[in-house]
Each structure stands twice: as structure tokens, then as C-alpha cells.
């Protein structure tokens, strides 16, 4: 398995900073419904790790459980799946709101995820086991996802038949325990196999600026198109956050901005830290521990200067915000390093004023 190997190089290279797997805790179970006001989607796209990570990104989405469904075999394991012949695809069951996400959404969003004309496997990882599928719970998903489909193929986005199969939902397996949340527990491992399967760089090359965001038809922040950011925009602060540019350090708007509020992208408007976190890192950017929402901010790794860097962006305007790095203070030592340029500080004593008022609590004493 071609995961397999990526991972055995990486673990060469950085045999220091993790220890061995943990191990299995127990047989796979079945995942049943977790909250009556949720609903259940489930989608195969190759390597379910990265599958997971990307709809856990979304707003409206719950949860995101990593399993196999598809096959004959009862209680299998990763073993059994990944070398094939058990039937099972690996998968990931949705748990969503649908008052804040629609199942389109997610079906939108998962387009965005896979190579939909590949039957033998997505990107490195080969065989029918990582095939791509989408799994309908009921009728009006059946629907919505023949639909979507159709839409796509008639789209001219690719030059190849879409293959990604549509088939009723059956029995989903809970995966390994070591499996949930990978991207979040071995994320430099996580990283390093994401970047050399090829799956971003085939993505971004298909979809180009429609990549990202996916959003809610709920939510109220967008990016607004190229024409209208030129005129809203400095040459500068459009160079920093449409071309991924950096703005010179100390010498920038808010770099030693001491007031109390939070920061917003200056594209979308949508709000990403606050000045409870920001802190002087003596590097001349502005500097934050942490976002005021983990799902504000979408990581990826950005190797412009071969060094591999972590990009951050913000959702939904997809504006470039700057870098992540691992030597802030705790408690969570991270050092999010951000251009002002990229974005807008809104006081506390304007938050109610400039349609922020859910974050006053941020600031109660």
C-alpha cells in the first residue's frame, strides 16, 4: 500500500518526534446516530483520513467517523481492507445539521476532495478498496447526489467520464481507534502524506480559485469575485491575501495594535482572532496563540521556500492570512503569524455596531 511506504519515509526523517502507533482497542463497531436534529452522510474518496479532515472543516458538520463499508466480511480490519478482497471501500460517515449545512453542500464539497474519473483507487493509494463512492441513506439523497453528479459531468470540468459510484448505504464499520482524527493526532506525519500523494496538487490544478471555499448557503461571509477585490482593495493588501505575498515586519498596521477586540478577513469579513491571544512574538507581525474558531482557519503546506511551511487561510474568503508555527506560548504553543494586511480590527466597543455581537461574551469580564 502505497500509504504504507509514504509514512515508513517520513518516519525516517523525523524518527524523533513520535513514538509507535497506538495500537488497537478493541473490534471495529458499528457507529449508530448520534443526535436526533443531526443527519447521516457517507462518502468514499480514497485515503480516509483525508476525507475526514476535509469535512471536518465545514460549518454545520458535527462530526466525521472514519470506517469501511461496501463489503461481505463482518468486523473487518484495516489489514483486511487496505489489501483488498473484503468488498469494504474505506469511508467516512458525516453527522450534520442540516439547519446549517444542506446535503448539496456537502456533495459540492466532496467533489472537491477526489479525482471522480478514477475507478482503480484516488491518487497513490491503488486498488477497489479506494475507489470513490457515494453512499445515500434515503431517496432525497439518492436524488440530490444522482443530481449533482449529472452536473458535474455535464460541467466540462473533466475530460473523462465521472465513474464515482452511487450505492445504497449498508453496514459501516468503525475504524481502528489510531484512525480517528489522524490529521489531528500524527499531523506532521499526516502533512507529509497528504502533500506526496499528490491530492492537493491535482485538486487545486482542476479547480483552481473554486477549490475554496465550500460554504453554507447559511453562512453570511463570502469572498466577493476579482474585479470588485481590486477596487476594495490596497495593491498591497491584494498582493498578501490573493497572491500569497508578505507584507514588510514592523512595519505594518497592527503589529503593535494593543486594544481589546478582534480581527477579521479583510476579504470576507468573517471574524478569525481575537485580541485576547494576540501576543508580541518580536518578529513584527501580528501574533496569535489560537483563532477564536479552530474552523475559521484552513491549514496547508506551502513549500515556496522547499522548507515545508503550513499555510493558514481563512474559510471562506480563502484569503492568504500568513503562517502557523510550533513556538508560541502555551497553553498552546502555537505562534499563528499573520499580515495585518490581511486583516481588520473591529474594537469591543464596536462589535455590536459592525454585526459581531455573538463575540461580546468574549470580553465579559
Same mark, same amino acid.
Given at each position: 500500500m502505497m500509504r504504507s511506504a509514504l509514512l515508513y519515509g517520513v518516519m525516517i526523517l523525523i524518527p524523533l518526534l513520535y513514538g509507535c502507533s497506538e495500537s488497537i482497542a478493541g473490534k471495529p463497531l458499528e457507529m449508530q446516530k448520534?443526535?436526533?436534529?443531526?443527519?447521516?452522510?457517507?462518502?468514499?474518496?480514497?485515503?480516509?483520513?483525508?476525507?475526514e479532515s +476535509?469535512?471536518?472543516?465545514?460549518?454545520?458538520?458535527?462530526?466525521?467517523? =472514519?470506517?469501511?463499508?461496501?463489503?461481505? %466480511? +463482518?468486523q473487518p480490519s484495516y489489514e483486511a481492507v487496505s489489501a483488498g478482497g473484503t468488498g469494504h471501500l474505506e469511508? !467516512?460517515?458525516?453527522?450534520?445539521?442540516?439547519?446549517?449545512? =444542506?446535503?448539496?453542500?456537502?456533495?459540492?464539497?466532496?467533489w472537491r476532495q477526489i479525482d471522480?474519473?478514477?475507478?482503480?483507487?484516488?491518487? %497513490?493509494d491503488r486498488g477497489e478498496q479506494y475507489r470513490s463512492a457515494i453512499f445515500y441513506h434515503n431517496p432525497q439523497q439518492q436524488a440530490a447526489a444522482e443530481k449533482s453528479r449529472a452536473?458535474?459531468? =455535464?460541467?466540462?470540468?473533466? /475530460?473523462?467520464?465521472? !465513474?464515482?459510484?452511487?450505492?445504497?448505504?449498508?453496514r459501516f464499520w468503525r475504524a481502528e481507534s489510531y484512525h480517528q482524527d489522524y490529521y489531528k493526532k500524527n499531523s506532521l506525519r499526516y502533512k507529509f502524506y497528504r502533500y506526496r500523494s499528490g491530492r492537493d496538487q491535482f485538486l487545486r490544478k482542476?479547480?483552481?480559485?473554486?477549490?475554496? *471555499?465550500? &460554504?453554507?448557503?447559511?453562512?453570511? @461571509?463570502?469572498?466577493?469575485?476579482?474585479?470588485?477585490?481590486?477596487?476594495?482593495?490596497?495593491?498591497?493588501?491584494?498582493? %498578501?491575501?490573493?497572491?500569497?505575498? &508578505?507584507? *514588510?515586519?514592523? /512595519?505594518n498596521e497592527y503589529w503593535d495594535e494593543k486594544r481589546e477586540g478582534i480581527y477579521v478577513d479583510r !476579504?470576507?469579513?468573517?471574524?478569525?482572532?481575537?485580541?485576547? +491571544?494576540? @501576543? /508580541?512574538?518580536? &518578529?513584527?507581525? *501580528?501574533?496569535? =496563540?489560537r483563532p477564536i474558531n479552530d474552523a475559521a482557519i484552513v491549514e496547508q503546506q506551502d513549500y515556496k521556500l522547499i522548507i515545508p511551511r503550513t499555510e493558514v487561510r481563512s474559510r471562506y474568503g480563502d484569503s492568504h492570512l500568513g503562517h502557523l508555527f510550533d513556538d508560541g506560548p502555551e497553553p498552546t504553543g502555537k505562534r499563528y503569524c499573520i499580515n495585518s494586511a490581511s486583516l481588520r480590527f473591529v474594537a469591543k466597543e464596536q462589535l455590536v455596531e459592525k454585526g459581531y455581537s455573538e463575540l461580546e461574551a468574549l470580553f465579559r469580564e
Open positions: 448520534m443526535d436526533d436534529k443531526l443527519e447521516l452522510a457517507t462518502f468514499a474518496g480514497g485515503c480516509f483520513w483525508c476525507v +476535509d469535512f471536518e472543516k465545514l460549518e454545520g458538520v458535527q462530526e466525521v467517523i =472514519s470506517g469501511y463499508t461496501g463489503g461481505s %466480511v +463482518d469511508a !467516512v460517515q458525516v453527522y450534520y445539521d442540516p439547519q446549517r449545512i =444542506s446535503y448539496e453542500t456537502l456533495l459540492e464539497a466532496f471522480p474519473t478514477d475507478s482503480g483507487g484516488q491518487f %497513490v452536473a458535474l459531468a =455535464s460541467s466540462g470540468r473533466f /475530460d473523462r467520464p465521472i !465513474v464515482t459510484e452511487l450505492q445504497a448505504a449498508s482542476t479547480w483552481g480559485d473554486e477549490l475554496h *471555499p465550500v &460554504t453554507s448557503s447559511h453562512s453570511k @461571509y463570502r469572498k466577493p469575485d476579482q474585479a470588485e477585490l481590486r477596487q476594495q482593495l490596497t495593491p498591497l493588501q491584494f498582493r %498578501v491575501t490573493q497572491e500569497e505575498g &508578505t507584507e *514588510p515586519a514592523f /512595519d !476579504v470576507s469579513g468573517e471574524p478569525l482572532f481575537s485580541s485576547h +491571544d494576540k @501576543y /508580541d512574538s518580536g &518578529t513584527g507581525w *501580528p501574533s496569535f =496563540s
